[in-house]
């Protein structure tokens, strides 16, 4: 199926910084979800985003879907150890339709 | 909330042999059911998905097939395995909202 264009590809950033990833489309999602995946884990939903504009935190975790609909950002504040992994972003363009997913940020943090 | 079992978490299988990976689910009932692979550090692929029981549908041909013959019961067979069949199997449900949730995965590595 399609993608959807996540960068970076991979990160490798020190504790206690800032991470910033985003997704990006030619096609409108109705609804942009995050999913972070540990290693040897299935991917956990992280957060999920349902309206155009909406920003949407969780913890150390802010989500935001874009105005035009194509696109969707994560960040990460005040990153720690337990943050590896692999993040994903996904789409829907309506109900009925399947996810859509990036390629996935691969996030490496050192103590 | 729904609950998803895969299993097994690792399998190493000789090339040629059958396989049969098994996800069930609990907490919900007539889910849409998915099979994703994953290569290693690499994004979700979508192999197959069943909106009910006995209805598959397939993304892209391969060595694999799939099969629901209950409500919350989703096989992933192969007759003969091939080298390239190794990789993380993940099954995932949505429970009618945009969302889907991941089974904790399959790690098959093919000898």
Redesign the interface.
Known sequence: GQQLNQSPQSMFIQEGEDVSMNCTSSSIFNTWLWYKQDPGEGPVLLIALYKAGELTSNGRLTAQFGITRKDSFLNISASIPSDVGIYFCAGRRNAGNMLTFGGGTRLMVKP | SQT?H?WPATLVQPVGSPLSLECTVEGTSNPNLYWYRQAA????Q?LF?SVGIGQISS?VPQNLSASRPQDRQFILSSKKLLLSDSGFY?C?CGTGG????????T?LTVV
Not at chain 2, 98 to 105: R, V
Request: proline share 5%; no cysteine.
């Open positions: 998803i895969q550090g690499r994004g979700l979508l998905y993304e993940l995932a945009p969302e889907a949730f991941f089974g904790q995965g790690r």
